[in-house]
């Protein structure tokens, strides 16, 4: 008894002093000198946790599922609403098809029967038109030739008028030499000379009158309505080459209006100013034909008539510069050697 008693004390005394270290601590994190049903214990409380935190993770994923379950129902519940109003409007197509099928077919016809008419019509039409237009050429070939027979009878008449009037013209201007001259042989008085004179004068211009209102009658026939530029070009160049430089101007300008060659076209008007005595006209025009284009061929004869207008106008040292730059850069050409 007193063994055992011994052996308890001694257990006892042994415990107390290991459990200061903490041995046999059932709620240490890590614990250690247990007995094999502490042991059990503590396995049993760990499997325990765990389950527990299993519990946990389960309820939470069925409280996730069971959101989930009622998000898809409610889906499921609006595709079948909406299902069903699809149904609804494909039935209302299906039966507006049907009906428009009906009405279609029904304009079809119609519009099949609208389309042969208008064919019928069409044919019709185009063989009127037919007729209608090869009068309507006839008629107007027929116009044409009357006029342009007409025109040239007037033409021939205006020529003959005018080649009667100058042959006139010509004889009275020959009989008042006649007499100028038989009344110098006689030795007039100079007062009598004088008014003989101014006669002839007066007679004269009127004269001139005369002839350049024929001219500008018989011009006004050239319808520039009636001929390309080419052909106006042309017969602008003819005139001017005829020495008619104020009828030429009137060609040029209207080739100007038209946009042709301009640059050739400012060139001749500002010869014709030349010609005339107009030299601040000239130079103007001559100026524009170089401001459009500066390499024709007959830039020599611009330059050179561009200076002597300067020189005619006191404009000698602008003058110099022109002369200048045709003795320099067109030194081959005719109008260069004739640079003072």
Sequence with gaps: MKKISLSIALSASLFGEVSVFGAGDLDSKNPYGLSKTEKKIVENRDAIESLEKKDRKLDSDIDSLEGNIKALQSLINSVGKQNNEHRTKIDKLMEDLRENHLITEIKYKEIAENINSTKNKVKQSEVETK?????KIEESFAHVNSVLEKQEKRIETIDKSIEKDFREIQKKLKTIQKNLEKISSEYVSQKQLDFLVNEFNTFKKTVIGEFENLAKTRDNYYDFSKHDNPDIFDEAERIFNLGQYKEAIRYFKHLISNHYRPATDNFFIGQSYYYLGEYELAITHFKESVSIYDKSSFM???????????????????AKTFYTILKTQYSDSPESAKVP
């Design 131 to 135: 007729k209608s237009l090869n009068v």
């Design 300 to 318: 020599p004869t611009l330059l050179l008539h561009s200076a002597k207008s300067l020189e005619n106008l006191g404009r000698k040292d602008e």
